[in-house]
Each structure stands twice: as structure tokens, then as C-alpha cells.
């Protein structure tokens, strides 16, 4: 048998070396012009006819193309291209002619023959190296025969998975759309304070602990891949504190999505897209929020509520939460360390009575630079444009004046913000914001308001997965009013809260985190007369 396969191998280049032969035999027969004195060079260089010149040789052509006197249509032209292409042992002159018409000296047809030998030599030998043995058959049926039962239960098993797979195929939600969850149940109280004034009313602070949940159903669906259909079912029962307990937007927890009665509605509504390799597009059609497009520069902190800081405050800079609603986002990214975010977002975008609707109404327009010099160091500078909309339009914070003077305001307002993370196990951050407010009321003028923090991340502390955070800040406070707001009752705010956060996130599971904290406001709504307020909470996120 292996006899035969050596024959079927060597059998055609010995034909095409014949072939080779005969037609050069034949043709030098026929020629006018006789060039027996002309070396032709073969395919091992060093094997070369008595009579080859030195300077005339060539290196080895691989494919019959190269001779510019071979054409198509020349009778021996599939036997030479298969001695060349296929072989690998026939080769030209130095002028890349082949000279077919020339007699062949019996040196040189015992040169051309030995070299085609040696290459179907070396065929045989790779193609027969690997070939199984009758040993290794016996050897292979032996182990088939003494591993039978195992075989077939594993067969038996291939076939039960492929019925399960069958069974989940057929009665499977959706080929396109996957369903993820958070479940966010929380303890919190507040445990410190008596009251704060509220445009010169003394508000009691209730200090009853409260057991509260918020309920997030993602359905993501991807049409191609790349893209993203996302549909949020939310429900929740917690008001936010500054409307129940406080009295004032400091501190507000970023899960207290409003109280629902845990009645089910639809909350983000978004579809992003490609546009290309380097641009993405966000269309938003309900609770849009900027995050969706935008790096908000504070890695581990900002879990909107779920996982990372507990507040509002703590989750990013509060001029991100002057957008909100429907509208578009665009990030565009340069390179690696230079990306920038576009986006427009309506308040009330579905309402078509005046001083409402996509454009005549409470929008928040945002342009960010996000600037990343390494893998330890980000930088984010922002501007926002808004109109008629105030820090609780997809969030909370700052002071009561703050929020007021807003709502009936145009703005501009300018962010830097900040991260370094120098370990895997430390990130330290902050950022700062200036908003110029000008208010369009009966009374118009001007306002300042600012806010900034400092942020520590420790991820990893304890356990992998783990994160202890800490946000020392001010929340949104007016610095400075105009003559006439002044004239017209409306004051900067007279003194400076800080917000003190700590929180400490476990890892129980990969689904399960506790997270135990405390938010400390000194003289709350930037008022020293109100009493210092200090807030406790355990929340606990399940994942899915």
C-alpha cells in the first residue's frame, strides 16, 4: 500500500519531467537556431550543466508567469507550470526566459531529473510522517472497546443537552432581547437634627426610620450587535428625604426615586447606536439622563444609587442633573485619550402646550471634553446650557434658594472635573462647578451658584468586589445676587454646608452587596441656624 502511495506521488513529476524533456528534445529538433552553448539554470543552484556560466544563473522562479517567453498557449505549457508551481524544481535564465526551443545536454536533463527527485522525495516523506500506523488502529479500537459504557453515557448525555436546548429554543422570551435586574431595599433614618428653616419657617425633621425599595427590570435588546434597545421598568416607594424628613435637597439618597407605591412605569427609554467606528448615538425618549453618553469622572462613586455613594451629591457633579428627558447624545471618540459628548435633552418634550415640547419648553444642553493623558488620570471639562429646569431635574442638591432661583432661570454652567487613581486599590477625584444663572422672572437678574467635593475610592478593600467611598463637599450654594434679586428679596445663601459621606460596600456574592452609611450635613441649606443633620442607612442590592 505504501508502495502504491510513493508511486501516485512521484508519478507525476516524473511524467512532467519527461514531458520536460521530451519537449525540449522535440522542439530543439525543430529549431532554427541551435543554442546547445547557452546554459540554461536549474532549480538547485548547486547542481549546475559543466557548461554553465557563473554570471548567468538565476534564482528560483515560482510560477510559470515569470518566463516571458512561455505563453499559454504552447503545448507543454501545463506540464512545465506544474513542474514549476506545483514542483518547485525548474527554473530559468537570468533574462527570465525559459528557452524552450534549445536542445537539452544529457548533464543537464541528469541535473533537472535528480532535482525533481529530490523534491518529490521530500513530498513523500511529509505526506507519509503523520500516516496512522495498523498499531495505532488496534491501539484506538482497544480503548473504544474497554471505555464502551462511558461512551455511551456520554452519548446519552450529549443527547439530553441537545433536548434541553431544543426545549429552551422553542419556549425562549426573545432571540434579541436579554433581561437584567436591580433590587435596591434600603433602612435609613434620619438620626441627628431638629430643624431647619425653610424660607423663614422652622421645619421639624422627622426622624422616623423608614424601610423602602426600588425595583429596576432592563430589557436590553440588540438588533445587530452593536446597537442598544434599552426599556426600564421601575417601581419605587421612597420619597426623597428633602420633601419628608429634611427639608432640604442636601443629601438626598440617589435610589429615592419618588414614591410610586411601587406602581410600575416606564423610566429609561433609550436606543444607541454606532454611527461609526469612533461615534456613537444616543436617542433618549424618556428619562434620559447625560450619564447615558457622558464620562462623569468618578469611577466607583457613581452607581446612580444601586452600588457605589449613597447621595446624590456623592454619585457626580451636581450640573450633570440640569438635563433631563428626551432628546439625542453624541460621544465621539478622537483617540484613546480624547473623547468628546454632545447631547440635548427635554424636560416635557411630549407636551404640546406653550412653554412645553421638544424645543419651547425646560431642556438642559450639554458639550464635554473628556481628556484621559494615561490609564491612572482622567480630566472632564464641561459646559451646560439650561433653561427653566434646577439640580432636582434628574436628581437633587444644593440649597432651597439655589433650586428656586433656577426654575425660573437661564444657565450656563461650567465643570471641571477630576480623577486619579495612582493604585488598583485608591482613586482619589473631585470636581467643580460654577453656575450663572439668569433669572427671567418679573424681577430679572443674576446669580452665581457653586458647588465642588473631593472623593475617595477604595476599591477592593477587604474582599475583591468590595468599596469603601468617602465625598467631603459643597452642595450647590449662592454665592452672589445681582442689585435687583437682591432688591426683589432674593438673597445669596448666608453661610456654607458641607456634606461629609462615608459608606463601606460589601460584597457578599457577586449578586448581593450591604452597604452601610452615613451622611453628616453641617448648618443644612447653607444656614448656620439650622441644626447640624446626620443620616443613616443600610442598603442592600441584589443583582440579576
Not at 508519478?11 to 519527461?18: E, L, N, T
Not at 460589601?506 to 447640624?532: E, K, R
Request: aromatic share 8%; charged share 15%; net charge negative.
Amino acid at each position: 500500500m505504501q508502495k502504491f502511495c510513493k508511486y501516485l506521488l512521484v508519478s507525476p513529476a516524473v511524467c512532467g519531467v519527461m514531458l520536460f524533456v521530451n519537449t525540449a528534445t522535440f522542439a530543439g529538433e525543430i529549431s532554427n537556431t541551435s543554442e546547445i552553448n547557452q546554459p540554461q539554470v536549474l532549480a538547485n543552484p548547486d547542481i549546475r550543466a559543466t557548461n554553465t556560466a557563473p554570471d548567468q544563473t538565476m534564482a528560483q522562479v515560482t510560477s510559470v508567469s515569470q518566463f516571458s517567453d512561455v505563453q499559454p498557449t504552447d503545448w507543454a505549457f501545463q506540464a512545465l507550470q506544474s513542474l514549476v508551481e506545483r514542483y518547485g524544481c525548474i527554473a530559468g535564465y537570468p533574462n527570465s526566459t525559459y528557452r524552450g526551443n534549445r536542445a537539452l545536454t544529457r548533464y543537464e536533463f541528469a541535473a533537472g531529473l535528480n532535482a525533481c527527485l529530490d523534491r518529490v522525495n521530500e513530498l513523500i516523506a511529509t505526506a507519509t510522517g503523520d500516516l496512522v500506523k495498523k498499531e495505532d488502529l488496534a491501539t484506538l479500537q482497544k480503548l473504544q472497546e474497554d471505555f464502551s459504557a462511558e461512551l455511551a453515557t456520554l452519548r446519552g448525555r450529549v443527547d439530553a443537552v441537545e433536548t434541553k436546548s431544543a426545549e429552551l429554543e422553542a419556549n425562549q422570551f426573545s432571540t434579541t432581547t436579554k433581561l437584567n435586574g436591580e433590587v435596591v431595599i434600603a433602612i435609613a433614618s434620619v438620626v441627628s437634627g431638629n430643624t431647619v428653616n425653610v424660607n423663614g419657617n422652622a421645619q421639624k425633621v422627622n426622624q422616623n426610620a423608614v424601610l423602602a425599595d426600588r425595583v429596576r427590570l432592563n430589557l436590553d435588546t440588540s438588533f445587530t450587535g452593536k446597537d442598544l434597545l434599552r426599556t426600564r421598568l421601575q417601581a419605587t416607594n421612597l420619597d426623597p428625604f428633602s420633601q419628608t424628613a429634611t427639608f432640604t435637597p442636601e443629601g438626598d439618597f440617589r435610589f429615592a426615586g419618588g414614591n410610586k407605591s411601587n406602581g410600575v412605569v416606564i423610566d429609561a427609554l433609550l436606543y444607541q447606536f454606532p454611527l461609526s467606528s469612533k461615534t456613537g448615538i444616543t436617542l433618549e425618549a424618556n428619562a434620559g439622563a447625560i450619564d447615558d453618553f457622558t464620562n462623569t469622572v468618578n469611577p466607583y462613586l457613581d452607581g446612580d444609587g444601586g452600588s457605589g455613594a449613597l447621595s446624590n451629591f456623592g454619585t457626580r457633579n451636581p450640573i450633570y442633573y440640569l438635563a433631563n428627558g428626551t432628546g439625542i447624545g453624541i460621544k465621539h471618540e478622537f483617540s484613546d485619550k480624547l473623547e468628546l459628548s454632545l447631547g440635548y435633552l427635554a424636560n416635557d418634550a411630549a407636551n404640546p402646550q406653550l412653554g412645553s415640547g421638544l424645543f419651547n419648553g425646560a431642556y438642559g444642553a450639554i458639550a464635554q471634553l473628556t481628556v484621559k493623558p494615561s490609564n491612572q488620570i482622567t480630566f472632564g471639562l464641561t459646559y451646560l446650557n439650561a433653561y427653566n429646569t434646577n439640580f432636582s431635574a434628574n436628581g437633587s442638591g444644593g440649597s432651597n434658594n439655589a433650586n428656586n432661583i433656577l426654575q425660573n432661570a437661564s444657565s450656563n454652567s461650567y465643570g471641571i472635573e477630576a480623577s486619579f487613581q495612582p493604585s488598583s486599590k485608591f482613586v482619589i477625584g473631585g470636581w467643580a462647578g460654577l453656575t450663572k444663572a439668569r433669572v427671567l422672572s418679573v424681577t430679572p437678574g443674576d446669580a452665581d451658584i457653586w458647588n465642588y467635593a473631593v472623593t475617595l475610592a477604595f476599591p477592593d478593600l477587604g474582599k475583591k468586589g468590595n468599596i469603601a467611598g468617602i465625598v467631603v463637599g459643597m452642595e450647590p450654594k449662592v454665592t452672589s445676587v445681582s442689585g435687583s434679586l437682591s432688591n426683589a428679596g432674593i438673597n445669596k445663601d448666608p453661610d456654607t454646608s458641607y456634606h461629609i459621606e462615608g459608606f463601606y460596600q460589601y460584597q457578599l456574592s457577586d449578586n448581593i452587596s450591604i452597604t452601610p452609611g452615613v451622611i453628616w450635613l453641617t448648618a443644612p441649606d447653607h444656614n448656620n441656624q439650622n441644626d447640624d443633620i446626620v443620616i443613616g442607612t443600610v442598603r442592600t442590592t441584589f443583582t440579576f
